[in-house]
């Protein structure tokens, strides 16, 4: 008898819930610690209760696959970490691949109480002073994350440091994956916004900051309509020094480019190493206006059918830089446009309208462009690109900056399909490039080197796996390095509509999990994470085990700013209070469950420096401390010791107590500050 498609659901189903009840009863087995093997009785019966639960919740067999694919038992570890922007929450967020369980959000630009970043810590609120003032004179406290970049070495990620970008402050931050804490923030000084940031070069010697809209460098005001000769293009390298652990400005340099709106960046690697990739675009340089009956951004900036990659040679630019070939503006070094015409620093190449991505092939040998307006990517390649160099062009734009011959230097064009943004790849020789109008994502194959690793040919669309919704970036595990893994790719989408529970109008982004572990067209989804808090971009993956996190601080007294032990730090069995006339010094330990001292006496106008160390040295033992009413907040993890400073302008009685539940007399572990009326104080002195 023949079956048909209705019949057949439940059967396989249940096949389907055999096998994955049998696996599992196989595993629980094994762990048994009577060492008993498991029955047949067993099997059946976790098969009956599963098949129970399956048919009540309406779960397909792809349903309870990708559980299994996904599913992550307490107290077992992923195999992978994602570092993904954390959008205008200004932030970064730490998830687990494949359980695509969020682990931790890294206070980067914005305060952030939870961590007592940015609310009276004084390493806190120096990293966050780095990051410059808003017009009105006050800190900025917000950010929009963008572009998350792993260090590296010799093109792996090597687990040491993340850097991110502030697209709305032309910021940039620096967060030691050691503690994954934010160490330094540096504002670029020549422009005010950017988007193109961070990417690193193979050593992590540079870090790589693009513009995006165009402005007179140094901030210095223009009319729009001296746009062609006033406004201005840019490209920061800051110099990172790994010994410090701190980008060094003294030692970065930016270059001058035309007023065409830079976007995203890619550093050549091993054959490509020293060189620097960035797409463009408005190159009609159009200034909007549409009050006054001008064309409006979105249509005067994509008229023509060409925009205009950037190909700089990094190397080289940093010996014109050292040399001191440069201008200061805002007492930075800046290479002029001339001077990088001149020395041969930069060149031009026509890509289709309207670019996003620009991404280098693994083996650095190919350049790929998507175009949001062109339906393919364009392949480069950069043996032809440094032929058509050495061959040279009188082809120019306005500038005068060389523009190499399109066909002289493409590779390939794959059509892949609406809106491509950007591409990664994996160990297969396959890319992965995000569609945004078709919400899919597109798998091609690669040629060159690469065209052995599969059984497709080489430049070719392979499969479209449909996401919700809207794509934007996409990334794969390690798909920025030299050697890709190619086992999950996370689609980053821009809309989430029916996906989750309703929450009112402002929906979460979608994050999903796909599994490219098999060649060919089988790339499905697994999973889909919302992501609450802000519009995350871009993101990248590192294999788990090539971060090292310290458990606790190496010594008690460790300031997390200097990464060595606070000479001022709070020692067990020294604990003070010290006065020198309005002067207060306070030397505090914390362990559970009390602080000691536990009454402080201060008079109403003293200036307060506050000292406390945490000198527990047990995992996970964190302590918190918060003074109401002077919005003092600070997280003391183990080993840690942390400085508040604040002036005692209002009298009372305030209690202060351990914020993070600690132990079970966690409310126990309090005490009080008692603040003297300066009346009554200057009365007792008399």
């Known amino acids: 008898m023949r079956l048909n498609r209705s019949s057949t659901r439940p059967l396989m189903l249940v096949t389907a819930l055999m096998i994955l009840a049998a696996l599992a009863v196989l595993i629980v087995s094994c762990r048994d610690n009577a060492g008993q093997s498991s029955t047949g009785a067993q099997v059946a019966g976790a098969t009956e209760d599963i098949n129970a639960i399956a048919e009540a919740r309406g779960l397909t067999p792809t349903d309870i696959a990708n559980a299994v694919k996904t599913y992550t038992p307490s107290g077992r570890h992923d195999e992978y970490y994602l570092f993904a922007s954390g959008g205008q929450s200004g932030q970064v967020y730490v998830i687990g691949l494949p359980s695509m369980r969020i682990i931790k959000q890294i206070a980067v630009f914005t305060p952030e109480p939870w961590q007592g970043y940015g609310y009276g810590e004084q390493g806190t609120m120096d990293v966050l002073a780095q990051g410059g003032t808003a017009a009105n004179g006050n800190p900025l406290t917000w950010g929009d994350t963008h572009h998350p970049a792993l260090s590296e070495t010799g093109g792996d990620y090597d687990g040491q440091f993340l850097f991110i970008n502030d697209k709305a402050n032309a910021r940039l931050a620096v967060i030691d994956l050691r503690d994954f804490e934010t160490k330094q923030l540096v504002k670029n000084p020549i422009t005010l916004s950017d988007h193109g940031g961070t990417f690193s070069t193979p050593n992590t010697e540079w870090i790589i900051e693009g513009g995006q809209y165009a402005m007179p460098l140094g901030f210095e005001y223009s009319s729009i309509a001296n746009y062609e000769t006033d406004y201005q293009g840019m490209i920061t390298f800051w110099h990172f020094d790994r010994d410090k652990g701190r980008i060094d400005p003294e030692a970065s340099f930016a270059i001058e480019l035309p007023p065409y709106w830079q976007d ?29 009956g001008n064309p409006p951004f979105e249509s005067g900036a994509s008229q023509n059918d060409m925009d205009l990659m950037h190909v700089i040679n990094l190397k080289k630019a940093a010996e014109v830089a050292a040399a001191g070939n440069t201008t200061d503006i805002n007492n930075f070094p800046v290479i002029t446009l001339d001077t990088a015409i001149a020395e041969g620093l930069l060149y031009f190449i026509p890509e289709p309208k309207s670019p996003h991505g620009v991404d280098v092939t693994p083996d650095g040998e190919f350049i ?50 609406l809106g491509p943004l950007h591409t990664q790849f994996d160990n297969k020789g396959y890319a992965y490039t995000s569609l945004f109008l078709d919400s899919a994502v597109a798998r091609w194959s690669l040629g060159g080197s690469f065209d052995e690793l599969n059984d497709d040919p080489p430049w070719t669309l392979v499969t479209k796996t449909p996401v919700q919704y809207n794509i934007g970036h996409l990334v794969t595990a390690e798909g920025d390095t030299v050697s890709p893994d190619g086992t999950y790719l996370v689609s980053m989408n821009k809309w989430a509509v029916d996906r989750f529970m309703p929450v009112g109008p402002l929906l979460p982004q979608n994050f999903q999990l796909l599994d490219i572990s098999a060649p060919g067209a089988n790339m499905p989804v697994l999973y889909d994470l919302p992501i609450p808090d802000g519009e995350p971009h871009y993101a990248q993956i590192i294999k788990a085990d090539k971060i090292s996190p310290w458990d606790v601080y190496p010594e008690v007294g460790w300031n997390p700013h200097t990464q060595a032990v606070n000479p001022d730090a ?55 401390f918060t003074i109401p009413a002077y919005n003092i907040h600070v997280s003391i993890e183990p080993g840690e010791a942390v400085t508040f400073e604040f002036d005692a302008t209002q009298n009372g009685v305030f209690s202060y107590y351990c914020t993070e539940f600690c132990s079970a007399l966690h409310l126990e572990m309090m005490g009080y500050m008692l603040v003297e009326p300066s009346d009554s104080a200057s009365a007792a002195t008399d």
């Open 368 to 417: 790929v462009i998507a175009g949001k307006l062109d339906p393919h990517v364009t392949v480069y390649s950069f043996d032809k690109i440094m032929a058509a160099i050495e061959t040279g062009t009188s082809d120019t734009d306005q500038f005068g900056v060389p523009i190499l011959d399109f066909d002289a230097v493409m590779e390939a064009q794959v059509e892949l399909g």
């Open 264 to 292: 995203l960046c890619d550093s050549g690697k091993l054959v490509s190493d020293g060189w620097v990739f960035c797409n463009s675009i408005n190159t009609e340089m159009a200034t909007g206006g549409v009050e006054l």
């Open 570 to 624: 709070a020692k067990q069995g020294e604990e003070r209070i010290v006065r020198d006339g309005n002067n207060v010094e306070v030397y505090m330990t914390a362990i559970r469950s009390h602080f000691t001292p536990e009454r402080v006496e201060i008079r109403e106008g003293d200036h307060v420096t506050w000292h406390i160390t945490n000198i527990e040295r047990a995992l996970d033992a964190t302590h918190g």
